[in-house]
């Protein structure tokens, strides 16, 4: 592929979102710098910090952005003053999820990874994760959050709905995601109570036939949650309902050691979103401390889904280097321990420069690797 021309609306956030964004920017640069590509950056308010600024999680300008962009790179979003208030009429979360809704990102694609160096930092044991690779697909506009909701004289509801047409489109892209991989895919759901479930298991059931070279499994969410845990490594790609996919995926998580470590890419048919699945971790907001890798990996997913995939690669291979040097922040290295910064700018000179002329670590606890 030649040189591309490509807008990234970015919208920070709250938090650790504009520390670990700014990081993932600069590794883009450096595929820039490296490849000849051109991105340019459209910075924008969302969540907490857009509410104090306008009263509106998801101003009109930063929509206006994001529609007219060719991808979207989200840092994190949320602020305890809106998490310990349930009287907040206006909270950060609504704004994602209109945006998710506006901007038709009905699939969120979770890589879940066990990095042999850092089995040590999961509280499962090493025997159970080692391995363990899988992609989980979880439906992401409809379900019980998006359906009614209320409050009756004594009591509240959440309706759960979904149309066929809903479950089709992200069954078909997870089965595409499945051939490209170990050709297996396990649904997970709840059949044998919910209706909702039983046309989700009847939507895969006739949609797997197209795809005669991928085994399909069939778990009930229970069950699916267990089985994570003790035997990860049975799963390749895992299909599930919004509800379901936001619970197994952030269980998932522990797999990896880190929640610093987990990308994520949220796609329509048109446009997609790419964000690190952390939250916006306020206590270590400007601390120089938080994990760029998960918002870097999800840089790599947003060069894919550009079609670069050398140039995704590249930074993958840049984050496996760092994890072999070591060259991580303090809760995936507590004894010799990197800034925020300093891991970013090592990612990023390895993108330009390739392993052969790599600083010395002690060149980057100096701080003279910020080349970029």
């Known amino acids: ?18 520390e670990v964004c700014k990081e993932a920017i600069k590794v883009l640069e450096a595929v820039s710098e490296r490849f000849g590509h051109q991105f340019e950056f459209d910075t924008q308010l969302m969540g907490a910090c857009a509410i104090d600024a306008t009263g509106d999680p998801l101003p009109e300008k930063t929509l206006d952005a994001c529609l007219n962009a060719d991808a979207i790179l989200l840092g994190a979003i949320g602020d305890p ?76 509801y959440d309706h759960c709905t979904y149309s066929k047409e809903e479950i089709v489109r992200v069954t078909h892209l997870a089965f ?15 059949a044998n109570v919910l209706e909702t ?7 895969v059931q006739e949609i797997s036939p197209e795809y005669s070279d991928v085994a399909v499994d069939y ?5 699916a949650a267990m089985q994570v845990i003790l035997n990860p490594k049975q799963f390749d790609v895992i299909l599930t309902e919004n509800m ?9 998580s522990v797999i990896a050691g880190s929640l610093g470590l987990l990308p994520s890419a949220s796609v329509g048919d048109k446009l997609a979103l790419f964000e690190p699945i952390h939250g916006s971790f306020p206590q270590a907001k400007g601390k120089n401390i938080a994990n760029p890798i998960a918002t870097i990996l999800s840089a790599a997913m947003l060069l894919e889904h550009f079609e670069l995939q050398k140039e995704a690669d590249l930074v993958k291979e840049a984050v496996q280097n760092a994890l072999d040097k070591k060259v991580l922040t303090p809760e995936l290295n507590s004894t010799s321990a990197y800034t925020t910064e300093q891991v970013g700018s090592f990612i990023a000179y390895y993108v330009v420069e390739g392993s052969e002329s790599l600083p010395h670590k002690s060149n980057i606890e100096l701080g003279l690797s910020t080349i970029i």
């Open 81 to 156: 003053k809106y998490d310990n208030n349930p009287a907040a009429k206006v909270r950060p979360e609504q704004g994602l999820l209109r945006l998710r809704k506006s901007l038709g990102l009905y699939a969120n694609i979770r890589p879940v990874t066990a990095y042999d160096v850092l089995l040590e930092h999961s509280p499962l044991k090493n025997n159970r994760i080692k391995g363990a690779d899988m992609l989980i697909f979880r439906e992401l506009t409809g379900g019980i959050y998006f359906g009614d909701k209320g409050r009756t004289e004594n009591g509240a």
């Open 1 to 18: 592929m030649g040189i591309l021309k490509k807008r990234i609306a970015v919208l920070p956030g709250d938090g650790i979102g504009p």
């Open 176 to 190: 595409q995601a499945a051939q490209t991989r170990r050709k297996k895919l396990t649904l997970v759901d709840k």
């Open 219 to 223: 778990l009930f969410v229970d069950n």
């Open 197 to 203: 479930s039983r046309l989700w298991r009847e939507v």
């Open 244 to 252: 379901f996919g936001d619970i197994i995926s952030d269980e998932a």
